[in-house]
T-cell receptor, first 115, second 107 residues
Framework: ETGVTQTPRHLVMGMTNKKSLKCEQH?????MYWYKQSAKKPLELMFV???????ENNSVPSRFSPECPNSSHLFLHLHTLQPEDSALYLC??????????????FGPGTRLTVL | AQSVSQHNHHVILSEAASLELGCNYS??????LFWYVQYPGQHLQLLLK??????LVKGIKGFEAEFIKSKFSFNLRKPSVQWSDTAEYFC?????FGDGTTLTVKP
């Protein structure tokens, strides 16, 4: 595997379910991100992890819970979601250092549908 | 707070036409500017970037962008588009993205 991989690619869940999205990067980067991409809206940055530590949480509801056990893996745990949470969830990674915000490498995304 | 504005939501061109996609941003600090592209069925990927130096930057597949500091702009250009350029294009400042422009190139 190369680049950034995400599983599952598609997920349908009810509002009472608990599920997790997984992301893995094979690029040796030190930062990982979760974005939400909804129709007709900009990509919304949800969480940022640097060296496994969460450095940004952009007012994301607590029904989304990220986990970063190491620099290569990132999870997004989902519980009691709402239909408006249906979207494409993108994972990305980059090599960060200093004041430069380097380019990000994106995974293919998980298409989430909440019924 | 940073914001990025892309003026064109959907652009339709014929092959060989010239392309310019507008991008304006509001951010007062050091800008790291990007254009990303998402071809149908593919990952979002980098087209080009600007950090410093020559304000005219060249990217892959014949794309270029010009950083104009006084106008807070970073417009994307290509002199002659191809059908294979059909995609969605996103401008970004640091980690803030615009809402994208869908480009359709007719053969």
């Amino acid at each position: 595997e190369t680049g950034v991989t995400q599983t599952p690619r598609h997920l349908v869940m009810g509002m009472t379910n608990k599920k997790s999205l997984k992301c893995e990067q094979h690029l040796g980067h030190n930062a990982m991100y979760w974005y939400k991409q909804s129709a007709k809206k900009p990509l919304e940055l949800m969480f940022v992890y640097n060296f496994k530590e969460q450095t940004e949480n952009n007012s994301v509801p607590s029904r989304f819970s990220p986990e970063c056990p190491n620099s290569s893996h990132l999870f997004l745990h989902l519980h009691t979601l709402q239909p408006e949470d249906s979207a494409l969830y993108l994972c990305a990674s980059s090599q960060e250092g200093g004041v430069i915000y380097n380019e990000q490498f994106f995974g293919p995304g998980t298409r989430l549908t909440v019924l | 707070a940073q914001s990025v504005s892309q003026h064109n939501h959907h652009v339709i061109l014929s092959e060989a036409a010239s392309l310019e996609l507008g991008c304006n941003y509001s951010y007062g600090g050091t800008v790291n500017l990007f254009w990303y592209v998402q071809y149908p069925g593919q990952h979002l990927q980098l087209l080009l970037k600007y950090f410093s130096g020559d304000p005219l930057v060249k990217g892959i597949k014949g794309f270029e962008a010009e950083f104009i500091k006084s106008k807070f702009s970073f417009n994307l250009r290509k002199p002659s588009v191809q059908w294979s350029d059909t995609a969605e294009y996103f401008c970004a400042v640091r980690r803030t993205f615009g809402d994208g422009t869908t480009l359709t190139v007719k053969p």
